[in-house]
Structure formats: C-alpha cells, structure tokens
C-alpha cells in the first residue's frame, strides 16, 4: 500500500484549491528540484491508488491532475472543499493560466494574505458583478491587493475593455491595480489606446515574462502612461488596504 506523505497531502489539497494542476505544475510547487521524470512516476502512483484522477488529451499533451475518491477526504481535512470533477472543463487552457499566475504569486519571495481564483469568489462572499479572474494580496509589510485578469485573446478587444472598464464601479475592493498577463506583446499595445480614461493603474506582462522572471521581478507596462514598474515598486497610496479577508 502507498504511503501517503505530508508533500502528497498539501499537493492534493492544492488540486482540490485549483481544480486542475498540470505535471509541470505540480512539479514547480512541490517537487522543484526533482527531474520531470520522477514526478510523473509519483503522480502516476497517487493516481493508481485513487488519491488523484489523472487526465491526458493526446500523447503530445502534458497531463493534468485533480483530487481523485480516495484524496477527497485528505483535501476535507485540510480545509478544501474537494469537488469530484468527472469532466475536464472546455476552457482548461484558460484555468491552467490562472494556475499559473497563483503559483508564480505563492512561489515568490513575499508573504501572500491570499489568492482567490474565480471559481473560489462566491465562496469567499465576492458581491461585485464584476468577476475578475482572480485577486490577490501581499504584505510587504502593508498589504497591498491587485485584480487579475488573464487574456489569452479569445475575447474580443472590445470585450475586455469593456469589463475593464466596469472595474471603476467596483465597491469594497480597494486594489493597486488591474494587473493584465497576456499572451502576446502586441495585444499591450492594442489594450494601451483604449484605456487613457480610466482612474486606475492597470499593468500588463506577458506570461512568458512572467514565467521567466517571476511575478515580482518582471516588469509591468503601466498601459495608459506607457511607464514600467515592478509590481511592488508602484508609488504607495492611502487606501491599499482591503475588505476581502483570507
């Protein structure tokens, strides 16, 4: 029988937090000095034992990973709320890049107050209509919160800077910024002519950029002056605090 470890108990509760968790994934969060290799062989054991449900799309795609029946009562333990998923939602691509951005926040060298996907605001009492794809916050000491959304450009132009927009009607979510990680340099350039109104900061990075330098040593373009900083680096300002609590 496979001994369950302590780093297997966080990873599937961390799968219960973000639904879906790829190889590479799992890999940067727990496993960061292991080759590619051994960690495929220790999800592909917690999966045979039922503890994970392992999916892969074709034998060109990297595999994906959520809480299997026999993890469930290990993520509950933990305080997650673990959904057994039978389906692999039509927009993972969009799900993996949020992921994505939550771990290079919780991989970072600062203390984070909390991250929250989408799929997690109605649970954490989120009363806006507005849904940013996630928010999160840090204490460097103060803490400071930003919105999150990531274009993978299969919405229209017009589309997100509409919901950018509706970001200035937001109550009780005082945040730095809107903080945009795309997929492509040129759709910063596009979003930079569309946004001179707005009264608030939104920053943009590639996730390419992002993945290479880390969420708080790459530089974000500030679309509407065409300034750069590093996330942190922002001038500091009165209201940074938040309602939303973890």
Not at 41 to 54: I, M, V, Y
Not at 126 to 131: A, R
Not at 224 to 239: C, Q
């Amino acid at each position: 029988m496979l001994r369950v470890t302590e780093r297997d108990k966080a990873l599937i509760a961390k799968c219960g937090i973000c639904r879906w968790l790829s190889t590479s994934q799992v890999q940067r969060l727990y496993f960061p000095h292991a080759t590619v290799n051994a960690v495929q062989k220790r999800l592909r054991k917690l999966a045979d034992e039922g503890f994970l449900r392992t999916h892969r799309e074709d034998l060109l795609s990297q595999a994906i990973h959520a809480v299997g029946p026999k993890g469930k009562a290990i993520a509950e333990a933990r305080g997650v709320d673990a959904v057994l998923r039978a389906e692999v939602p039509r927009q993972i691509e969009h799900l993996k890049g949020v992921n994505d951005i939550r771990i290079a926040v919780e991989t970072g060298p600062v203390r984070v107050a909390y991250f929250f996907a989408h799929w997690q605001l109605a649970d954490v009492g989120w009363p806006n209509p507005v849904i940013p794809d996630a928010i999160f916050a840090v204490r460097v000491p103060e803490r400071r919160s930003f919105a999150v959304e990531y274009d993978r450009l299969t919405e229209g132009f017009e589309v997100l800077i509409s919901k950018l927009i509706r970001y200035s009607s937001i109550p009780g979510f005082l945040f730095e910024a809107v903080v945009i990680v795309t997929e492509r340099e040129r759709r910063m350039d596009l979003l930079s002519g569309g946004l001179r109104e707005l009264e608030f900061r939104v920053l943009s990075t590639t996730l390419g950029e992002l993945e290479a330098s880390g969420i708080f040593d790459c530089r974000f373009r500030e679309l509407h002056r065409g300034t750069e900083f590093k996330l942190l680096e922002l001038p500091d300002r009165d209201d940074a605090e938040t309602d939303v609590e973890e």
